[in-house]
């Protein structure tokens, strides 16, 4: 447990077992969201879902209903369940209860709306140099061709989905960004991402941003590379510190800061 | 870094950019903005499908917008890749197969509506969404390069229109003149947004124009301009047309001509400057938009070359004009079906019919309020001197309110409705563009309810879709039927037509997919490719 964590614990459990605060004192806290994950996945996903998604039980990323109920209500439902349910009462300490919450309330919160820890003009330069990132991402026309673009990726994606982008890029490969090598039949070599692939045709986008509209019969060998072009490697090539910068930065990564959420529509699909 | 080392860092070289210089010589084997070329002749000079071998003409692929409900767009096509849209989301397309490359949505859109497409300049491709914001997008990848807001839609803006890129810039129109607003037409740069010029067309308080509208507050007064306009590159002046006054059907709030709605504005393109204009329709009560496209051809007119105007408004009148003085030089009835106005005079005001005005228990009047013709492309072939104008014969019966509706609550002070048992019908008709005359016409079946348009070819042919759903060819100088296919679908958009490695394509979107047709070539058998994975 990180110590603000631990702090917060400790001045929890100072205060009266049903004296809670009606507002999530670890709301928004990176760590506590992190923490909150780890205690999902153990009590919470069997019927939710990893992400929230839904299964047996009720989705939580996307529900109008939990949004509406207060952090107080929510912390109730899990520390007592819902009598006439499958949703069992969870005897947890408080703190991890209002872990989970951090972490349930990050599911459906585009990322610009999450306050990020890390410095943002740090993360832009990580992004840019050393980190490589702009070598495959395009923000607002700056950078590669072979990654998503991430110009509004904030309002795309949670906080949380962000993160897991980078720290394991293969977990949920997007279409239209596999790395593939083609061989003509005249013995031209085109590399790049399949932005779509048939029996019949490929259309490749090369790294210098041009398209390549291909018919299968006249490739003489098409590889694809298989998972994501990009590092699995990253929880060990940047430091704490600097996936934190780099997600403040793509925190700020957002074309509508005004816009109203209830009208979002997810669309994960980017083909 | 781990990514195999085989791709360099930042892209330093794209593919061939799309110059000024290469939108001045579309349409060609390139399709490049809305009408094809400035001029909105809608005329390509591709030959390979024509008189003889249309009969061979088969379809090539379908591409289904997934969200789909009213496709309106003219597709764009450059360098093998077709752009379609919908509603705040551009497609992108390999336009010999029909395989998506890209899709870029806009999830965060405030409104949904139709849209009519694209343009294109640079590495870049521009969308209006709903909501009014401009957005440049990379053209090989869909990224957002910038997105800018262009109209406030707190004050009754929307926007459906193809932008129209020239040289370094990017020209846009509004939308909202149904429930009231203030029209514009407005430049941006094409590199970053930033505002050049906007010109309103309908006057402020106290400016030139503003005597037109009695008492009535202007910034609800309407002049939408959700039409992409035409360019004369030699003259530098955009020609754009102008939507109705609000309330579109009750006029006794705005007394006085309405300046500049239902009109064609001659702008400076290079400063937003109004040159010239024309009202077609002072003080419309009928919804008489002026959006049917404005044509620029040059021809002989009474021994004299001229650059002129061309223009078949709803009002069910034929228009020419000198589009360098902005003479007005003859109108003519498109349609038998008009009851409104006597004639035109010498100086292009209408002879109006007393007691025409809707009224609470209506009245009957034609053309109807969707006009003789509306936005559906018209084409001019310099070689038939003909115009093809898809027309509609239909009056209707028009119902006014007696007062002000309020703005933005989506009335009009009133309808037009349909008379029962005259049902509207579609012509196709051939024009002589100097005097109106119709030459030969092609009645469509139907239900009188499609918006579709024409593109006419070297090839001898005018291609259109009809009000059952058939994309059809005629012989340009006849109007013989040679082709036609039925898309299943009611028709929102216009045809267009190109080339890739030398087979030439014509495509329309309709309803929710676009159809893509090519001359017939034997399937040869093929071997699947050893290595893919599918």
């Not at chain 1, 872990?99 to 599911?107: C, K, N, P, S, T």
């Not at chain 2, 969308?127 to 997008?137: I, P, Q």
């Amino acid at each position: 447990m990180s110590l603000p964590v631990a702090l917060i614990s400790m001045a929890l459990a100072q205060s009266h077992q049903e004296a809670r605060t009606a507002k999530n004192p670890l709301s928004g806290r990176p760590e506590a969201i992190e923490a909150g994950k780890g205690l999902f996945r153990e009590g919470c996903a069997g019927c939710h879902g990893g992400n929230g998604e839904g299964g047996r039980g009720p989705n939580l990323a996307e529900s109008e209903s939990l949004r509406e109920k207060t952090d107080d209500q929510v912390f109730n439902t899990i520390r007592r369940g819902i009598p006439g349910t499958n949703m069992p009462a969870f005897a947890m300490p408080e703190s991890q209860i209002w872990e989970v919450i951090a972490f349930i309330r990050a599911l459906g919160t585009p990322a610009f709306l999450t306050p990020a820890s890390g410095d943002a003009e740090a993360g832009r330069a990580l992004f840019y140099g050393e980190g490589g990132c702009g070598s495959c991402h395009m923000i607002r026309g700056r950078g590669g061709f072979l990654g998503p673009d991430l110009t509004n990726i904030a309002a795309l994606r949670t906080s949380t989905q962000l993160r897991d982008a980078i720290l394991q890029p293969n977990a949920r490969p997007l279409s239209g960004f596999e790395g593939v090598t083609v061989i003509l039949k005249d013995g031209t070599r085109v590399e790049g991402v399949a932005k779509n692939n048939s029996n019949y045709s490929i259309q490749v986008l090369d790294a210098a941003g041009k398209l390549h509209l291909i018919d299968r019969a006249q490739a003489s060998d098409v590889r694809f590379r298989g998972g994501s072009l990009m590092s699995d490697n990253y929880a060990h090539t940047l430091s704490p510190t600097g996936i934190e910068n780099i997600l403040a930065f793509l925190s700020k990564q957002v074309v509508r800061p005004d816009a109203q959420p209830a009208n979002r529509r997810r669309e994960r699909e980017n083909r | 870094m781990r990514f195999g080392g085989w791709f360099l860092l930042f892209a330093v070289c794209l593919n061939a950019q799309v110059r000024y210089s290469d939108i001045l010589k579309s349409p060609s084997e390139n399709w490049l903005s809305y009408h094809g070329d400035y001029r909105a002749l809608r005329y390509s000079p591709l030959t390979q499908i024509n008189r003889q071998t249309v009969a061979n003409l088969v379809p090539k692929w379908t591409y289904h917008v997934r969200a789909a409900r009213r496709l309106e767009a003219s597709p764009i096509v450059f360098d093998g890749v077709m752009y379609v849209t919908d509603a705040n989301e551009v497609d992108a397309v390999d336009a010999r197969t029909g395989r998506q490359i890209w899709m870029y949505r806009d999830e965060s859109a405030q409104l949904q509506n139709v849209n009519r497409g694209v343009a294109i300049l640079g590495d870049s491709v521009f969308l209006a969404t709903a909501d009014a914001y401009l957005v440049a997008l990379q053209r090989s990848s869909g990224a957002i390069l910038w997105h800018k807001k262009f109209a406030d839609t707190s004050k009754g803006y929307f926007a459906t229109l193809a932008p129209l890129a020239l040289k370094d810039r990017i020209i846009v129109g509004v939308s909202g003149g149904d429930s009231g607003m203030r029209g514009f037409i407005a430049a941006f740069s094409a590199s970053d947004g930033a505002e050049l010029w906007r010109f309103y067309t309908v006057p402020a308080k106290g400016e030139p124009g503003s005597e037109t509208w009695g008492e009535f507050d202007t910034q609800w007064g309407g002049g939408a301009t959700w039409m992409t306009g035409a360019f004369d590159p030699a003259l530098n002046v955009l020609y754009w047309c102008t939507g109705n006054p609000w309330p579109d059907y009750y006029g006794g709030g705005r007394r006085g001509a309405n300046l500049y709605t239902d009109s064609v504005v001659a702008l400076d393109a290079g400063t937003g400057k109004l040159k010239w204009y024309f009202q077609f329709t002072p003080h419309d009560t009928h919804d008489w938009d002026a959006e049917s496209i404005p044509v620029l051809a040059d021809l002989t007119y009474k021994g004299k070359r001229r650059k002129l105007l061309l223009h078949p408004n709803r009002n069910g009148f034929f228009y020419v004009f000198d589009r360098e003085t902005g003479e007005f030089l003859n109108a003519t009835p498109f349609v038998d079906k008009l009851d409104w106005a006597k004639g035109i005079d010498t100086q292009g005001r209408p002879i109006e019919v007393p007691d025409m005005d809707p009224t609470p228990g209506g009245r009957k009047v034609c053309p109807s309020t969707r006009g003789a013709s509306n936005w559906m492309s018209p084409s001019f072939d310099p070689e038939t001197k003909l115009l093809y104008v898809p027309t509609l014969e239909q009056c209707d019966r028009y119902v006014g309110s007696q007062h002000n509706p309020e703005p933005m609550k989506n009335l009009m002070g009133g309808g037009g409705e349909g008379i029962p048992n005259e049902p509207g019908k579609f012509y196709l008709r051939a024009l002589d563009p100097l005097t109106g005359e119709k030459r030969w016409e092609y009645p469509m079946t139907g239900p009188a309810t499609m918006w579709a348009g024409t593109v006419s070819t070297a090839g001898g042919l005018v291609f259109f879709g009809d009000d059952d759903g058939h994309l059809v060819a005629l012989d340009a100088r006849t109007g013989q039927d040679l082709w036609r296919y039925n898309l299943g679908q009611v028709l929102t958009a216009s045809p267009v037509t190109f080339s890739i490695a030398r087979k030439q394509y014509v495509s329309i979107a309709a309803g929710t997919d676009v159809f893509t047709f090519g001359l017939f070539e034997p399937a040869a058998p093929i071997s699947l490719a050893k290595g893919g994975r599918n």
